[in-house]
Nanobody, 125 residues
C-alpha cells in the first residue's frame, strides 16, 4: 500500500485546511488510519487516528475540538479537517496506516506500517 498525502499549504491563523490521504496498491478498508505531524527540530507527533468503522476516533489534545479525522473506504481515502489553525500547527503532516486487521487506534508512530510522504502546512500569524 502506498499513501499520498496532499492538501497542505500556506494559510493565515484562523483559516481551515483539509488534508487528504489517498491509498493505492491495496485497500485500506481494514486499516487504522492516522495522521502525525513533525515541526522542524521536533519529533514526529500524533495528531489523530480513526479505526475501520470510523467510530472511536482519537485526537491529540493540541488539536482536539479543532480537527476532524474521517475516511471514505470506497475512495480509499482518509481526511484530516483542521479549523482555527494556529502558527504552532505549522509542520509537515504525514498520513499513516497500520497493518490490516489491527484494530488499535494507536497514538504511537511505531505502530503504523505504511507512511505517506508528508504535506507541508504553514500557518502565518
Amino acid at each position: 500500500v502506498q499513501l499520498q498525502a496532499s492538501g497542505g499549504g500556506l494559510v493565515q491563523a484562523g483559516d481551515s485546511l483539509r488534508l487528504s490521504c489517498v491509498a493505492s496498491g491495496g485497500t485500506i478498508s481494514r486499516n487504522v488510519m492516522g495522521w502525525f505531524r513533525q515541526a522542524p527540530g521536533n519529533e514526529r507527533k500524533f495528531v489523530a487516528a480513526i479505526p475501520w468503522s470510523g467510530s472511536r476516533r482519537n485526537y491529540a489534545d493540541s488539536l482536539k475540538g479543532r480537527s476532524t479525522i474521517s475516511r471514505d473506504n470506497a475512495r480509499n481515502t482518509a481526511y484530516l479537517q483542521m479549523n482555527s489553525l494556529k502558527p504552532e500547527d505549522t509542520a509537515v503532516y504525514y498520513c499513516a496506516a497500520r497493518r490490516a486487521n489491527l484494530n488499535g487506534v494507536s497514538l504511537v508512530s511505531g505502530d503504523y506500517y505504511y507512511w505517506g510522504q508528508g504535506t507541508q502546512v504553514t500557518v502565518s500569524s
